[in-house]
């Protein structure tokens, strides 16, 4: 038994010396010294013009770090793309101003790439009005195994691209910037438009005698603000605030909201006009259409982005009417399959991250949780619930809302972020009798 043990732990032994000698000396890496050397600090970099594109470089741990030094004109950016493999020595690379005494310092640089995947890449752009000259280093990370390994590498600079240039940005319905080259509006939630100054997007659509067109589009104002007009097919189209329209939104905040109805008792042709103010640029946003007279309440308070990356948004259906007891809570946007719960209450408030969450509480005092109701988002990310206006849930009994009172809905949802939830914007009803 004693012979076995023994046999036993000296195997052990063997291949724990063994492992550890796999680690501690690694098979030698076979590099060689590029044709660009000696560029080993910043004091002695190999100059170059962009762009520059250069392959079967290499450095070596701790003895031979790469640099390369480029003129950046002003207004422009450089790009810098350092490619090679992690399995064979983990790569990093920092660029530097040319002319601080602090090139080379790890931490004084005006970009750093230090992922430990294939590949690092650097940005950077010159907001002067002459040119900088940048200095681009490559090492091996001093903690890596290997001794040495290769790479390739590009440099440019261009013009930084134009966020607002429609050849970029333009959405799937265009040409659609005029009253003439107006697309059929799409009904329901649509999301990833775009708009600019010079422009504007324009939708048509055939709206029945007695029905209510209710358009909502979602964007961040602070981005570029973004309006809504509602036209007449045969009158004044795309003269924007005050030229004639049949109804505008017209706010500085985010999001607009227009409702129309069709009084005239016979269809009407309606075209909807989506317009970047003239003194910003562009911006993206969703639109949300229903017909029928379906949307009630307004929106209230800043909901934060969930990890779709887009804001949870509430939405409103059915009747105003307390006798009507028609009522559908509707959240949008929301991470698919993630379960939430509508809460409630009839004051407003605004408590950012409340229990360490991702998102802003929109309503205060007696909170009622529709707590009998947890839904999961279906697979547009929507979570809708009817609720019954005679049981409006508070903290410890129900109450029956009544003509005139102000109720305020919001949802608490889970998330797949490190904090775990977040919350919609909030929406407040005035119900009528």
Known sequence: MRTARSTRRASALAAAAIALAALTAPTAAQCASDSFEPNDACTSPFVTGAPFVQTGLSVFKLTDEDHFRVTVPPGEVVDVNV????????????????????????????D?????????????????????????????????????????????????LDPCDPVLSDDGFEPNDSCGAAVPLPLGLTNGLWAERNDSDFYSYTLAAGGTLDVQAYFV?????????????????????????LVSGFTQTDNERITWSNTSGSPMDVILEVDVFNAQDCNSYSLDV??????????????????????????????????????????????????????VSDVQGFVPNPGGSGGNLCVLGEIGRYSEDILAADTNG???????????????SFDSVQAGETWSFQLWHRDSTPVGSNFTNGLAITFQP
């Not at 790569?91 to 602090?102: E, H, M, N, T, V």
């Not at 900088?132 to 600079?157: A, H, Q, S």
């Not at 800043?302 to 990890?307: G, I, R, T």
């Not at 809708?384 to 410890?396: F, N």
Request: charged share 15%; net charge negative.
């Open 112 to 160: 750093s790439s230090t992922s430990s995947n294939d590949d690092e890449s650097l940005r950077w752009t010159n907001l002067g009005g002459s040119p900088r000259d940048v200095i681009i280093k490559v090492l091996l990370f001093p903690g890596e195994l290997t001794p040495c390994n290769e790479y390739d590498l590009t440099i440019t600079t261009a013009p930084p």
């Open 290 to 343: 229903d017909v029928g007279g379906g949307g009630i309440g307004s929106n209230f308070c800043q909901a934060n982005p969930n990890s779709t990356g887009r804001i949870g948004l509430m939405r409103g259906q059915g009747s105003l009417s307390v006798a009507a007891n028609d009522v559908t809570l509707r959240a949008i946007q929301i991470p698919r399959f993630q379960f939430g719960i509508f809460i």
């Open 221 to 245: 104002d602070s981005i570029a603000d973004v309006d809504l007009f509602l036209y007449a097919a045969n009158g004044s189209c795309g003269g924007g605030f005050q030229s004639g329209e």
């Open 83 to 110: 490619l090679f493999s992690h399995s064979g020595g983990d790569i990093d690379a920092f660029l530097y101003d040319a002319g601080s005494p602090l090139c080379g310092d790890p931490f004084e640089h005006l």
């Open 382 to 396: 929507t979570i809708q619930l009817a609720i019954d206006l005679g049981a409006v849930p508070r903290p410890t």
